[in-house]
């Protein structure tokens, strides 16, 4: 069982005193169960601390001056108010909020339109990565997510645990359910992107209209009415690589499927997509591949070069 030593095992920050009505729910991970999440090799990079649904929870607030672990609250329905260091705002429908240790933060429901939300703890020594992998602003990390029938569904799965009676195994599930949910929410980075002015859709859409061209950075940014610093800075973010790196990517997947279901000639396809150097093609081609442009397509024939071992 492997053990990692350098991470300090965390106990989940103090929940809120709120009284729990009959439609919601509250589950704190028992202490003995995070033991054995912390070490075991399918966990000890992602778990759960505790994890809960309040529905329309009127009067439920927290305030924090030192935040122990991460906490991850998806509102979809009514507001809360929020105060993240020195910013205050609503937490509204539709929205998320992902907090991580260390962090100052105060929330309420509101009296009015008091919130629903699910809500999970969590640590982990991959905790921080899946925070850095979100489009969010460090001092105030709130994203749009919508009314996302996935996200609900996976939380109510999430919440099955409950039912488990303090068995490992249903915690291990548990745990890689969470790694699920924090993983798909980077796959909703165009949907923020569109609600903040930069359209990756639209960028996207423009790259594969133009596969068989060649593309600058400065033609890009136009397309989003962006200078080329500030384009290329705000693709970063979103996406974790550059944009013409994956105008490349695009490129070699489009030259795939010729290599798959054509008889093109490499030299071919290469200039097809905008590449008149066959073997400037074939060099990137196996930049991205890891093979050539003729052993990828040797595959489709069911044989693949021998190498030494």
Known sequence: MLFQPWVKLSS????????????????????????????????????????????????????????????????????????????????????????????????????????????VHFDGSMALNFFTNLPLEPDYPVIEVGQNAKLIADFENLLQVRQSGYQLRPFLHAANQLRQILSYLAL??????????????????????????????????????????????????????????????????????????GNQSINEIGYALGYEDAYYFSRIFKKVMGISPSQYRNLRLGSWPKTPH
């Not at 729990?20 to 990079?45: F, G, I, K, M, T």
């Not at 949907?191 to 596969?211: K, V």
């Open 188 to 261: 909703l980075r165009s949907s923020e992107s569109r609600r903040s002015g930069f359209d990756l859709e639209l960028i996207h859409s423009y790259m594969q209209a133009h596969i068989h061209e060649s593309l600058e950075l400065e033609t890009l940014a136009i397309q989003v009415n962006l200078s080329k610093f500030h384009f290329a800075k705000r693709y970063k973010e979103l996406t974790g690589t550059s944009a013409i790196n994956h105008f490349i990517n695009l490129k070699i997947e489009h030259a795939c499927q010729l290599l798959d279901i």
């Open 12 to 119: 989940m920050s103090k929940p809120s005193s709120w009284p729990l009505p009959p439609n919601s729910a509250r589950y704190v991970v028992p202490r003995s169960l995070l033991d054995r999440l912390h070490q075991h090799p399918l966990s000890c990079e992602l778990y759960p601390l505790g994890m809960g649904h309040y529905v329309q929870a009127l009067g439920h607030a927290m305030e924090r001056e030192s935040h122990d672990d991460y906490l991850l609250i998806y509102c979809i329905a009514g507001r809360g108010s929020l105060t993240v260091g020195p910013r205050h705002g609503y937490l509204k429908g539709g929205q998320l909020l992902l907090l991580p240790r260390g962090l100052a933060h105060a929330y309420a429901a509101d009296d009015e339109d008091p919130w629903t939300i699910y809500w």
